[in-house]
């Protein structure tokens, strides 16, 4: 995407879709605010919330509003058409990169927006997830949370793939492996899961990964 290209996504841009659903949010759900690329007085309340937002109004502790933030950033890009159109329009002291960078995160797929929303990766984390693209994001967001990244760490993994490292070696130096996550099991199925991979002789999660593999296909198959 370059500086003239419109920011998109394929779920509508500015719609409040994580931010207002209460299993993420909770009570702050009722104060979701969605911006509309096709309605000027929505463009125009956009450019306003961009420009407090660039001034700092919101801390990043306050990861609904920071993503309100972005999701302005982003349908105020769709509603001028360009990033530098949008930063004019926002005004002094709005910048092409400050917006180019959070209306990414505002892009960034459902599933990680949902982990930001709820305080599991920090919004100033997200925006160098955001600078990655495909499976990469999915990979450096769920490292984020499962290794307690800091931004700093989250930052330096995002530079290093960007220069040619591949994703797992460049997580892999920041202290986390990629691939393995702590689940909690009802006793029961925990002591059938053991009993079974001893039989087999393997490891517990080989047989776990074999039973994802065959829900994921049946559900991709529904």
Request: proline letters at 5%.
């Amino acid at each position: 995407m370059n500086e003239e290209s419109p920011a998109d996504r394929r779920s509508p841009v500015g719609e409040p879709v994580v931010r207002s659903d209460p299993a993420v949010t909770g009570e702050r759900a009722a104060e979701a605010v969605g911006f509309d690329p096709d309605d000027p007085d929505s463009v125009a309340e956009a450019a306003e919330t961009v420009a407090r937002f660039a001034a700092g109004d919101v801390g990043d502790e306050d990861h609904v509003l920071m993503l309100r933030g972005a999701a302005a950033c982003a349908a105020l890009v769709r509603g001028v058409g360009s990033y530098k159109a949008a930063a004019e329009r926002a005004g002094d002291g709005v910048s092409v990169a400050f917006i180019r960078k959070w209306a990414r995160v505002h892009d960034l797929p459902q599933a990680i927006r949902r982990q930001v929303a709820s305080g599991r990766i920090a919004p100033s984390a997200a925006k160098h997830v955001a600078r990655l693209g495909g499976t990469d994001r999915y990979l450096l967001a769920w490292a984020t949370i499962d290794g307690d990244l800091t931004v700093r760490e989250v930052r330096s993994i995002a530079s290093a793939v960007n220069d040619g490292s591949d994703v797992e070696t460049a997580v892999r130096e920041a202290g986390v492996e990629l691939g393995h996550v702590g689940i909690r099991l009802p006793l029961d199925a925990y002591v059938e899961l053991r009993r079974r991979a001893s039989n087999r002789n393997v490891e517990p999660g080989a047989l776990v990964a074999e039973a994802l593999d065959d829900y994921f296909a049946e559900s991709d198959a529904e």
